[in-house]
Structures are given as C-alpha cells and as structure tokens.
C-alpha cells in the first residue's frame, strides 16, 4: 500500500474542478480563506478528538496555521498541526466529491457562469479553489496518533488524474503546497497575503502566523532568526462582544461555518446567563440550499462546549421548520463528552431550543419590519418552510402566523407578499373571518368560480397554491381571532355583509327553486351528498363544494401521491 499510486479523479470532481477555475477566476483569493478554514476545522477536529484521548496531542498543543511564500519557488504553503488526514482519508476528501447531492447539484447547472458560480458556493468544494491559482497543488499529510511513517503525499495538477504516495512525516496535520501559476504571480506578495488573511480569516479562532519581513540592510553578517507574526485577532468570534466586531467580520464568520459564498441575509448574536450559561450566533442565509426538502440534508448548528467544537449539524436547538438557519452554539454548562444520544435527552436541551427559537422568529419578525424588500427575499426562499411552522411549534403559531405572506385578491398577482395584518386592516366591516381558496396553481385559485360573490362584494380573499397551504390552514385554523374559512368548503355564510334585502331576495330564490334543487338531487342521487342553492356565484351556474369537516382538495392528492 505504501507505493506510489495514480488515480483519476471521479467525472464529477473533474467537471467541478474546471467550472470552479473558470467561475471564480474573478475572486480569486478566496482560495486562502478556503485553505485556512479548512486548516481550523482540522484543528477543531483534533481538539475534540484530543478530549477523550490526550496523546493525540503528541507535546504539542498549540494548534496554529502557517502561511509561507516561497518567492523563487514561486510556491505558497500552508501548513497546520491540526487532525491530519490517513492515506484512505485523503482519496475520499480530495478525490471525489462525497456530498450526496453531487448529481442533483450537476442537473443545475446552467451554463451560465454567474450563476453556476452562485451553485458552487452551495458544495463546499473549498479546497479546490485552490487550483484558481495555481497549476500543481502537493499535500502532504500525517494523522494524529499515527506513526511517522504513516505521513501521506498527493499530488495534482488540475488535470484528469492524481498521485497518491506513502511519505515519512514527522511533523502532525497537513500542508498544502501551491505552486502559482504565472498570471497569478501578484499573490507570491507577503503583503498582500497579509490584507487577504485579515480580510477573511480574522475571525479564526486559531492564529495564523507568517514570518515577519525582515528589515533590509540590517546586519548582514549574522541575520536574525526569523520570528513569527500572528495575523489575525484569533479568538472565537462569538466570544467577543457585539459592538467589537464589524459587519464584515460577521459576514466572513457566516461563510466559514456555512460553506456558502453569499453574504447572509441578517444574523443575531447573544449572550445568555443565568440559570443557563450560553452564545448563540445565528443567521439567515440569503438563498435556499439545494437540499432543503430533503430529509437527510444537512441542518443545524456549530455545537462548541467551553469553545471547543463537539459537532456539526447539531440538529437538536432548533425545530425542523428552521433549519435554515445556520450559525453557533457555545455552551459553558454541557460536559465536552456531550453526544447527539445525550443531547436528545437533556431537558436543559428542550429549554435552549425554545430560547433559540424565539431568537430566530424574532430576528425575521424584525427582518420583516425593518427591511420589509429584505424580509421579501428570504420569504421566497424559505417561506414554504415556515409555513411547517404551525403544525410543528404550536406555541409560537400567532407568532409565526404574522411571519406568513400571501398572494391575495386584492393585488391579484402571483407575488406572495401580503401579510394577515395587512389583510385585516382591509377587512370590511362587518367580516369577522379571513377568507382563503387553495388550488393546485396560482391561475386555478385566481380563476376560481367560488370568487365570484367576494369580488363583487370587495371582499379580500387569500389566493393559496403552495403544497403544503391546506396542512398550515389545518392548523393554524384562526389569527388574531378570526377564523380562517376556505370558501370553497362547506355552506357559505357572508354573515353580517348581507344587507337585510340581500338576504330577503336569496330566501325567495330559495323558495323558488325549491322543485329544481330536487330535482337535480334525484339525476345525481348517490353521487353528491347534498345539492344545495348557492348565494356564492354570480357568474358561474354550478359548483362543486367539499362539505365543511373533509379535507380540503390539495391535501387530499397531497395523500393520495403518498399512496394513501
Ligand atoms: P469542506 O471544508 O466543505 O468539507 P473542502 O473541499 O474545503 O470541503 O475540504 C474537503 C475535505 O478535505 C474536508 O472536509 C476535510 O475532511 C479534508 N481536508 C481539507 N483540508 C484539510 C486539512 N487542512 N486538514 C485535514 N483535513 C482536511
Ligand atoms: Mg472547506
């Protein structure tokens, strides 16, 4: 197993590794961020494992990042004594894109680069940005605990295949070796390594050193041995205080524990103590990922215990209907050998996830206040999600439900983008329910006949064709005290809106038609369960109505593509 070995790439890796080169070519050093944040995770990973098993350390615990340019060489390296990575480990991390989405991700792709490179910015294919700039990328590697002679070294040039062989390495943890391509020379430059580190890496909780310039022309004889210099601030972020860390320090954060390339769309940063000792810093992505539907997709948040990182996708702070949101939880009171079997049954858990979710509702609820065109962007990303939202979190359905935006009659456009307090505020008087149509489409609820009678009268009715309308109406069934009526079920009662001669005339209709209800009644016999006259058309001559207590329409071939 210790030769040399050459492998190709997987196809998908290799379609990724030319589209990233292309796509990003105008952002290019991000391709330090990348490498560094790649180089604290590994530290992070080494000081959780260190926590069970103290030798992992071997003498030397100063976790820390190293950035060195050769100039002649023309090479950039960056080197850390965090976890390290085996021979099997290497192939998996660096040679195929192990993310199940990986097919998905190829279907969407367009073609066109702006926006490939906004989907890239989805798959944490952060290490191969390094190809960006340079044309042969080595790593060498040694896992921590392992022997000497276990070290790993990998080498590609961005082509279709990679070099695989066993090294002696005595030094822990991994180094990346950049050999710069010629039209990328300008990064070979201390100083501008400097600014691009403090730019997107200050916010690492590690140092990152380089060694410091040496002043030239002082005693040539015997030259100084070169000190070292810590670029970044290197504590954990959210430890420090709101009003000491910039915006921009905030948004880097966010790409480093996201994966994504786009900036978020707002955060919350807090400190809690009492009874409970913890920081959160949470925030609301700017676009949806591609798995947000699927059950297996990543969520949750960062979990550090005491600022040493336990796991990722810590699922337990927040309920299923926001997990979107991404961010940190440090808590000082949880034990560092804390796992998810544990976490499920904490109730000090059960308190957090309710504190958390407050934070996040309302953090939107601001959003929405604040920065209504905002609160509009992340509503069409994200608001079939919170629509879950009443089913899951009965307690918070009033808060969740001023959350909620519609396409309603009253613009009647497709834009889903008015609120149930809006609403109400145009309500007439006398109308004591919110009334709502739900249909497959948006043109199927706009057209429908049960309109009729409420266009003529001026009365807003909520247009409704997500998926999942019928299940949040199912369970949000009022707002603000008044119920929410779907007009196309059960009898139709306008209630105080019918003046006293409209209600006269409709009785004598009644009357009238009395022979003809019957009659239709008999045609149709054990097919309908009622033929009954209707006030609700003006138009139309006829329509099917689902009786008040039985599933609305989508929900029932919402279950019957279930197989129900
Ligand atoms: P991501 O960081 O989103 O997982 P990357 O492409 O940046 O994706 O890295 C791929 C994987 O390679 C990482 O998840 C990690 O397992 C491994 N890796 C990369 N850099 C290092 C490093 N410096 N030390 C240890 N493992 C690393
Ligand atoms: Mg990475």
Redesign the pocket.
Known sequence: EAQKETRGFQTEAKQLLHLMIHSLYSNREIFLR??V???S??AD?LRFAAVKDDALYEGDADLQVRVSVDKDAKTIT?S?N????TRD??I???GTIAKSGTAAFMEQLTGDDKKDAQLIGQ???????SFIVADKVV?T?RKAGQAADQGVRWECDGEAEFEIENIEKTSR??S?ELHIKSDADEFLDDWRLRSIIKKYSDHIAIPVVMQKQQAVGEDEETPAEPEDEVINTATAMWTRSRSEVSDDEYKEFYKHVS?DYEDPLTWSHNRVEGKLDYTSLLYIPARAPYDLYNRDGARGLKLYVQRTFIMDDAEQFLPLYLRFVKGVVDSNDLSLNVSREILQKDPNIDSMRTALTKRVLDMLTKLAKNEPEQYQLFWNQFGEVIKEGPAEDFANREKIAKLLRFATTHTDSDAKDQSLDEYIGRMQEGQDKIYYIAADNHNTAKNSPHLEVFRKKGIEVLLLSDRVDDWLMSHLMEFDGKSLTDIGKGELDLGGMDSEEEKKSQEEVAESMKPLVDRVQKVLGEKVAEVRITHRLTDSPACVVVPENEMGAQMRRLLEQAGQ
């Open positions: 990348e490498l944040s790649n180089a995770d590994a990973k960056i850390d965090g976890v390290g990575m480990e290497v998996e991390n660096l798959f944490g294919v952060g290490f191969y940005s790593v590697t943890g991994t990346i994966h």
